[in-house]
């Protein structure tokens, strides 16, 4: 079956404009376009566009699913996998900040008193099902099970100011690098090492013992795998590859 580009959007619950706009970018070309000028889409094509919408719906960017998707080794089977575990990832954080709620409330009308830990507890733990969403796959095949499951244990285990600190850390790095990106820095600088030593600072409140191979590692990555670059791209561009090239210079 054929559909126009207004079935189409209709079927798929998106504007025609947004379907012309991808055939534009190159993300989402039509099967074939009638002598009259009509795009029409097969099956391929609705294959496609579902994959483009559940990235869309993990926030990625056009730029980044394009780059993704047409990568030579690129799996839907392997896609469509990930995707089930991250939404049922997102529905346990959620369920967990629903209860936090509901008990919040209980207290709030007199009912039992919440410990401080189960306060905070669902926040460090949607930070950390956040990351294992996102990057978990690529991070466990880089440093291995152990590395990244006690690295999850660690965060865990922040006590309430330790998380607040490794929450500011984050803010001040994520403001640092678009500062210094806009300002024309040069990353093996004085700003770029602050901004080094604030990532170190960063990664070990969950790493056991810190290495700058293992440093480097990380930010490598950062310009290696497009959901790493809009990350830290989200508001300036050349952010994440600001930070790889100061921790490069901090580690040498």
Avoid at 143 to 151: I, K, Q
Avoid at 227 to 236: C, L
């Amino acid at each position: 079956m054929e559909y126009t580009v207004k079935t189409l959007a209709e079927l798929a619950g998106v504007t025609p404009r947004a379907l012309r706009w991808y055939d534009q970018k190159g993300l989402l070309k039509p099967r074939r376009t009638t002598e009259a000028g009509y795009r029409l889409y097969g099956p391929e094509e609705v294959d496609r566009l579902q994959t483009i919408l559940f990235y869309r719906e993990l926030g990625l960017d056009l730029a980044s699913i394009r780059e993704m998707m047409d990568a030579p080794g690129f799996d839907r089977l392997e896609a469509l996998q990930r995707h089930l575990a991250e939404l049922e990832a997102r529905r346990r954080r959620l369920d967990g900040l629903i209860l936090t709620v509901q008990k919040t409330i209980g207290e709030a009308k007199g009912g039992r008193p919440m410990t401080d830990k189960e306060k905070f507890e669902a926040f460090k733990r949607r930070a950390v099902e956040a990351n294992e969403e996102q990057y978990g796959e690529e991070i466990r095949r880089k440093y291995g099970r152990e590395a990244v499951e006690g690295a999850n244990a660690r965060l865990l285990s922040l006590t309430e100011e330790e998380h607040g600190q490794w929450k500011a850390l984050e803010a001040e790095i994520l403001s640092a690098l678009a500062a210094a990106v806009r300002a024309g820095e040069d990353p093996a600088g004085a700003e770029g090492r602050r901004i080094a030593e604030l990532h170190r600072r960063w990664l070990s409140c969950a790493w056991a013992a810190y290495s700058p191979q293992a440093h480097r590692g990380v930010a490598e990555l950062y310009t290696a795998d497009p959901r790493f670059t809009a990350y830290y791209d989200r508001e300036v561009p050349g952010c994440a590859a600001f930070l790889r090239e100061a921790v490069r210079a901090y580690t040498e």
